[in-house]
């Protein structure tokens, strides 16, 4: 996954649907026949066809090689891709052309907290995928390929990751702490309950290396709480019930106590400063969901190569995955309704898991050996595919809401870091509940 769509900063501002609008365009294909720079054309006729892609952050087609292999197979097709950094500028600009029905590229990706509204709102704007020669719902995990399901059976996009939650800890810290470092002994530390996982965190307090804190930061602990939860922030009407679902609430007091006693950092996650507790090895433990490996390896100095394990989470959860949709309105919607089956086909996931580490929802890659056989340089000999595959299969059936991530953040940013800088938590759930309501009424 795209580590930077992980921060939750969704600031919908006409400004940047505006500014943005140029940037989606940008990668548009073109029906005029003019010649692309290696002298085909993007229209068709004698040249290739260019099949465009609007994507957001590294989704790692380009870099698995698989445009590559996919244009080999295909001589005549061309693949372009447009990519915005962050889903926060990429999404808001993306809705405003499927409200318009215009500006649209051939294939347009969707972060899954986006997913909902897309469904609910725009289906009429996208084709069904599940018509698409080669497509078969069973390739999917079924609460994957629900999630891009509207009412009427319409699928309007293919999974592509999912991101089954373990949890990354430092082998050195929790040695020199007293904590065991064999991953399944870490993992019986808190086995079924987050409870617990706080508790460990209090032991490890009492030796704690100086200058580091059990968990890297409130914001990473309260999503991992509640990627586990079956119910967050709506009910299966559509209803927002996040300030009366007593799981919202039991993960915002469990942080919160965590924040008071000193065992989270006081960083908000995917800022620079966030990074910097990575690189100088400032907390033991963190939420990981397999592309955080990636994160973790770009933040970290050389010699904390290996230092690393992956234990199983108190409770399987979801943090990540997208999906990719091919608008009705795409120049070449066969082409790049044909594209979007490949790329999401459980070869390719499996391919793009062992060079990216993009977890896929495919479960039959979970046996193959891209997958069984992976390793990453932070972890070692950690047989990543193998955890994070049974993590996958235990992950709850969520109900998503259209504004998850607008709740998601104001629990976190101004929510429970609040508590870390001397709010109480009460004070701190007043603040989070007035930014939601504001941010939902808008």
């Avoid at 399987?316 to 044909?338: M, R, Y």
Wanted: aromatic share 8%; proline share 5%; net charge neutral.
């Amino acid at each position: 996954m795209r580590a930077f769509t992980r921060t939750a900063r969704r600031a919908v501002v006409l400004a940047a649907v505006a500014s943005l609008g140029a940037g989606l365009l940008a990668g548009c294909a073109d029906d005029s026949g003019d010649s692309d720079s290696d002298g085909s054309s993007s229209g068709g006729g004698k040249g290739k066809t260019t099949v465009t892609l609007g994507l957001f952050g590294t989704f790692g087609f380009k870099e698995a090689g698989l445009y590559t292999e996919y244009e080999k197979l295909h001589p005549n097709i061309k693949i372009a891709e447009n990519v915005v950094e962050r889903n926060e500028n990429y999404y808001p600009a993306l809705l405003n052309h499927l409200t318009t029905n215009s500006g649209l590229q051939d294939v347009q990706a969707v972060e899954v907290g986006n997913i909902a509204e897309i469904v609910s709102t725009q289906a009429g704007k996208l084709t069904d995928l599940s018509k698409v020669s080669g497509v078969n719902k069973s390739n999917w995990l079924p609460w994957k390929w629900e999630q891009a399901t509207a009412k009427d059976g319409q699928t309007v996009g293919l999974g592509t990751d999912i991101g089954p939650m373990a949890v990354c800890y430092r082998k050195d810290l929790f040695q020199q702490a007293g904590l065991p470092t064999d991953r399944n002994e870490v993992a019986k530390l808190w086995a079924g309950d987050w409870n617990k996982l706080v508790t460990a965190g209090e032991t490890y307090k009492k030796k704690a290396p100086k200058g580091t804190t059990f968990w890297d930061s409130p914001g990473g602990l309260i999503n991992a709480i509640l990627s586990s939860e079956e119910k967050k922030f709506y009910d299966e009407s559509g209803n927002v019930i996040y300030k009366t679902n007593p799981a919202v609430r039991s993960a915002f007091n469990l942080t919160a106590k965590a924040a008071q006693e000193g065992l989270v950092g006081a960083q908000t996650q995917f800022q620079p400063t966030w990074d910097q507790t990575i690189a100088n090895t400032k907390f033991a433990a963190m939420a990981c969901p397999p592309w955080m490996l990636g994160y973790i390896k770009g933040k970290s100095k050389p010699d904390a190569a290996g230092k690393w394990d992956v234990a199983v989470a108190p409770k399987s959860g979801n943090w990540g995955g997208s999906f990719l949709t091919v608008p009705k309105s795409a120049k070449h919607a066969k082409e790049a309704q044909e594209l979007v089956a490949w790329l999401t086909a459980p070869a390719q996931q499996a391919k793009l898991f062992a060079v990216q580490g993009s977890f896929p929802s495919a479960p039959s890659t979970y046996t193959m050996s891209e997958v069984t056989s992976a390793k990453n340089d932070m972890t070692g000999d950690t047989p990543i595919g193998e955890i994070f595959g049974a993590a996958a299969k235990q992950i709850p059936v969520q109900v998503i809401g259209p504004k998850d991530q607008i709740i998601q953040q104001g629990l976190t940013d101004n929510g429970v870091i609040l508590v870390t800088k001397g709010k109480s938590p009460e004070e701190a759930w007043k603040t989070a509940t007035k930014t939601i309501d504001n941010n939902l009424d808008k």
